[in-house]
Nanobody, 124 residues
Framework: QVQLVESGGGLVQTGGSLRLSCAGS????????MAWFRQAPGKERAFVAA????????YYADSVKGRFTISRDNAKNALYLQMNSLKPEDTAIYYC?????????????????WGQGTAVTVSS
């Protein structure tokens, strides 16, 4: 079973950038579609972006479209989220997850193998 570990979070000012990473181990990373979710304080976990197993398809939440880019490197068992033009409302704990089916759904219930999360704080 693949295990996931997120990293790269931190404190950044409005308009700044961060690059999150998700490292996979214990399985064949390239067999899975991958996604990023986030949970802001006092809110439910929400979909951010997803990418197909080969990287050919991506899907973004409207709130991050044009600012965030999801990518992956299957040779390194790694998933990334490049976050630019960050806003205070992007403040959250960011999680990566995977699924073996072909679609890229936004519902967290359809994803599994959650990591522990990495915290992103955007100051105004």
């Amino acid at each position: 079973q693949v295990q996931l570990v997120e990293s790269g979070g931190g404190l950044v000012q409005t308009g700044g950038s961060l690059r999150l990473s998700c490292a996979g181990s214990g399985g064949t990373f390239s067999n899975y579609n991958m996604a990023w979710f986030r949970q802001a304080p006092g809110k439910e976990r929400a979909f951010v972006a997803a990418i197909s197993w080969g990287g050919g398809s991506t899907y973004y939440a409207d709130s991050v479209k044009g600012r965030f880019t999801i990518s992956r490197d299957n040779a390194k068992n790694a998933l990334y989220l490049q976050m630019n033009s960050l806003k205070p409302e992007d403040t959250a704990i960011y999680y990566c997850a995977l699924r073996s089916s072909s679609s890229l759904p936004v519902s967290e219930n359809l994803w599994s193998a959650w990591g522990q999360g990495t915290a992103v704080t955007v100051s105004s």
